[in-house]
Nanobody
Framework: QVQLVESGGGLVQPGGSLRLSCAAS????????MAWYRQGPGKQRELVAG???????KQADSVKGRFTISRDNAKNTVYLQMNSLKPEDTAVYYC??????????????WGQGTQVTVSS
């Protein structure tokens, strides 16, 4: 069993900042890629940012220069620092990770989601 616990969401004014965290626990040997997705009202879920086990990152064009993904491998935790937030960033944010066991895929897991609302 693997559990992902997200935190850090909330209500923020435009231009503000939030930091999301997602901590994984349970039967984990190693974690490969970690990522954040979001789903806004009436929209499909989309990839926001991803990070490999080696630290290579990728961000969606809509958040480049504003959002930063990072990870702490010792804590099995991934973070999303969100700056200069806009109303269109309003969404439920989900973390996602791929597990490895002896170098082979061992499952893909989702967090429960955390609401981010950007509004004045």
């Amino acid at each position: 069993q693997v559990q992902l616990v997200e935190s850090g969401g909330g209500l923020v004014q435009p231009g503000g900042s939030l930091r999301l965290s997602c901590a994984a626990s349970g039967s984990i040997f190693s974690i490969d890629a970690m990522a954040w997705y979001r789903q806004g009202p009436g929209k499909q879920r989309e990839l926001v940012a991803g990070i490999t086990s080696g630290g290579t990152t990728k961000q969606a064009d809509s958040v480049k220069g504003r959002f930063t993904i990072s990870r702490d491998n010792a804590k099995n935790t991934v973070y999303l620092q969100m700056n200069s937030l806009k109303p269109e960033d309003t969404a439920v944010y989900y973390c996602n990770l791929d597990l490895l066991l002896d170098g082979l895929p061992d499952g893909n897991y989702w967090g429960q989601g955390t609401q981010v609302t950007v509004s004045s």
